[in-house]
């Protein structure tokens, strides 16, 4: 078989250790992630190729193979519940470690965030065959030899710079979102990946990663989300790719989608304490025509108190079906129309703290708004007044029921730097 002939499919995932870790990554024959690339690490497959990069001694140790598709916890206590993210791994009978592994991903422009190409994979193979081994003969052994039965680990790293000239590798890989490390995040697209979650062109879309943000913070696989004014369906299509059960409605679910629930999100038929996530991007006011429906709260101006009425009634529904400690994630933007400014966050967040506690308040950069034109911008300047530049993102929590609330301000003991 020769590297041309090898499935399609084939990816490899790069997986990193320490000194401390390693040990148990071969003993076990287990790798583990963080969350920082769980995301990455949940989606090996069975038989896909595995690297493990310790990152002290900075060996590139090879070639694996994943025995299991990934999973949260294969073993709880691994490595003292540091790496969740995890997979089970075939050695090949010999497992050699490659020296200056950094050097040898950067050259192929390899990252950790993102699965490993097939051209690029075949690349790593390839520097891992024995001298005296044909190339067709090694990679018919790869794709078809049992592996994991007894393996022994070279005490001799091999140095790929003699082996192969590795050139800068362009290659598409699959887009994987990565955390948001700040309270400002700007995403360019609405979407990411291959495939598109929610539609692009329904009227206040939520971009996709906003969503991937808060499903990879606050739960994990198999967790309950629930959207329950999820338009045109980006939730449902980010949880369904992450692995999350998703519950998705709509006051007026677009046609096109049979998996989006008709519901009002006033009352939601869900039982209490059911959700490990809400994510809830409402109406701003009455700016958008969403739909017909006379139940449709993006009717009312945010202008008037029953706006933001009717939205509590929402944060109550929200509250009720949340798991306690459980996270609640809404995006709403303030208004400035013919003169008057309303500043819709504040006055929704408000009513949110009546139920909820605040875990953080993130500024989301507002894109692809219809005004966003140069006439509108100049109106702006002229005019002495601003277009939205962003929307907010509240993060809350669901206290648990005898949780105390109000805290007493606490000591801190500040480090203060030199300027
Ligand atoms: C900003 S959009 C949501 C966009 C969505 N996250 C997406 O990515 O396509 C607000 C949605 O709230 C819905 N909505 C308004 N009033 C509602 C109600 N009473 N119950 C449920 N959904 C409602 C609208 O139909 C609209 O689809």
């Given at each position: 078989?020769?590297?041309?002939l090898?499935?399609?499919?084939i990816?490899?995932?790069?997986?990193?250790?320490?000194?401390?870790?390693?040990?148990?990554?071969?003993?076990?024959l287990?790798?583990?992630?963080?969350?920082?690339?769980g995301?990455?690490?949940?989606?090996?497959?069975?038989?896909?190729?595995?690297?493990?990069?310790?990152?002290n001694?900075?060996?590139?140790?090879?070639?694996?193979?994943?025995?299991?598709?990934?999973?949260?916890n294969?073993?709880?206590?691994?490595?003292?519940?540091?790496?969740?993210y995890?997979?089970?791994?075939?050695?090949?009978?010999?497992?050699?470690?490659l020296?200056?592994?950094?050097?040898?991903?950067?050259?192929?422009?390899?990252?950790?965030?993102?699965?490993?190409?097939?051209s690029?994979t075949?690349?790593m193979l390839e520097?891992?065959?024995p001298?005296?081994?044909?190339?067709?003969?090694?990679?018919g052994?790869?794709?078809?030899?049992?592996?994991?039965?007894?393996?022994?680990v070279?005490?001799?790293?091999?140095?790929?710079?003699?082996?192969?000239?590795?050139?800068?590798a362009e290659?598409?890989?699959?887009?994987?979102?990565?955390?948001?490390s700040?309270?400002?995040?700007?995403f360019?697209?609405?979407?990411?990946?291959?495939?598109?979650?929610?539609?692009?062109?329904?009227?206040?879309v939520?971009?996709?990663?906003?969503?991937?943000?808060?499903?990879?913070?606050?739960?994990?696989?198999?967790?309950i989300?629930v959207?329950?004014?999820?338009?045109?369906?980006t939730?449902?299509?980010?949880?369904?790719?992450?692995?999350?059960?998703?519950?998705c409605?709509?006051?007026?679910?677009?046609?096109?989608?049979?998996?989006?629930?008709?519901?009002?999100?006033?009352?939601?038929p869900l039982?209490?304490?059911?959700?490990?996530?809400?994510?809830?991007?409402?109406p701003?006011?009455d700016?958008?025509?969403?739909?017909?429906?006379?139940?449709?709260i993006?009717?009312?101006?945010?202008?008037?108190?029953?706006?933001?009425?009717?939205?509590?009634?929402?944060?109550?529904?929200?509250?009720?079906i949340l798991?306690?400690?459980?996270?609640?994630?809404?995006?709403?933007?303030?208004q400035?129309?013919?003169?008057?400014f309303?500043?819709?966050?504040?006055?929704?967040?408000?009513?949110?703290?009546?139920?909820?506690?605040t875990?953080?308040?993130?500024?989301?950069?507002?894109?692809?708004?219809?005004?966003?034109?140069?006439?509108?911008?100049?109106?702006?300047?002229?005019f002495?007044?601003?277009?939205?530049?962003?929307?907010?993102?509240?993060?809350?929590?669901k206290?648990?029921?005898?949780?105390?609330?109000?805290?007493?301000?606490?000591?801190?003991?500040?480090?203060?730097?030199?300027?």
């Amino acid at each position: 078989m020769t590297p041309e002939l090898l499935p399609l499919s084939i990816r490899g995932y790069v997986f990193a250790c320490t000194n401390s870790s390693q040990d148990e990554c071969f003993k076990r024959l287990l790798f583990g992630s963080s969350k920082v690339y769980g995301a990455v690490a949940m989606r090996v497959r069975k038989g896909d190729f595995l690297f493990l990069w310790n990152l002290n001694s900075d060996l590139l140790y090879g070639v694996f193979r994943a025995a299991t598709n990934a999973q949260l916890n294969i073993v709880q206590d691994a490595w003292r519940g540091k790496y969740p993210y995890q997979v089970r791994v075939e050695p090949d009978s010999r497992i050699v470690p490659l020296k200056d592994a950094k050097k040898l991903l950067d050259s192929l422009s390899i990252e950790r965030s993102s699965p490993v190409g097939k051209s690029k994979t075949i690349t790593m193979l390839e520097l891992y065959r024995p001298s005296a081994v044909p190339t067709t003969q090694w990679f018919g052994h790869l794709t078809q030899t049992e592996f994991g039965k007894g393996f022994e680990v070279s005490s001799e790293a091999k140095s790929w710079e003699i082996f192969a000239k590795v050139k800068k590798a362009e290659e598409a890989v699959e887009e994987i979102p990565r955390l948001q490390s700040t309270t400002l995040w700007d995403f360019p697209r609405q979407s990411y990946g291959s495939t598109a979650k929610g539609n692009n062109k329904y009227a206040g879309v939520t971009p996709a990663e906003l969503i991937w943000n808060l499903v990879w913070r606050y739960t994990e696989p198999g967790d309950i989300v629930v959207d329950p004014m999820c338009g045109s369906g980006t939730t449902l299509d980010v949880c369904k790719e992450e692995g999350r059960k998703a519950f998705c409605y709509d006051i007026a679910p677009p046609h096109y989608r049979k998996d989006i629930i008709r519901n009002d999100a006033r009352k939601i038929p869900l039982p209490d304490n059911h959700a490990d996530l809400v994510f809830v991007d409402s109406p701003y006011g009455d700016n958008i025509r969403y739909n017909g429906d006379p139940d449709c709260i993006g009717k009312i101006s945010s202008e008037t108190v029953e706006f933001y009425d009717e939205l509590e009634k929402v944060i109550k529904e929200s509250h009720r079906i949340l798991k306690p400690g459980k996270v609640l994630g809404w995006l709403i933007g303030d208004q400035w129309v013919m003169k008057k400014f309303t500043p819709v966050g504040f006055l929704l967040y408000a009513r949110l703290t009546k139920y909820f506690d605040t875990v953080d308040i993130i500024c989301i950069a507002r894109r692809g708004q219809s005004s966003n034109t140069g006439l509108w911008n100049n109106r702006a300047r002229r005019f002495n007044f601003y277009l939205r530049g962003f929307k907010y993102l509240f993060i809350m929590r669901k206290p648990a029921p005898n949780e105390k609330r109000t805290e007493e301000p606490r000591k801190i003991s500040w480090t203060y730097y030199k300027r």
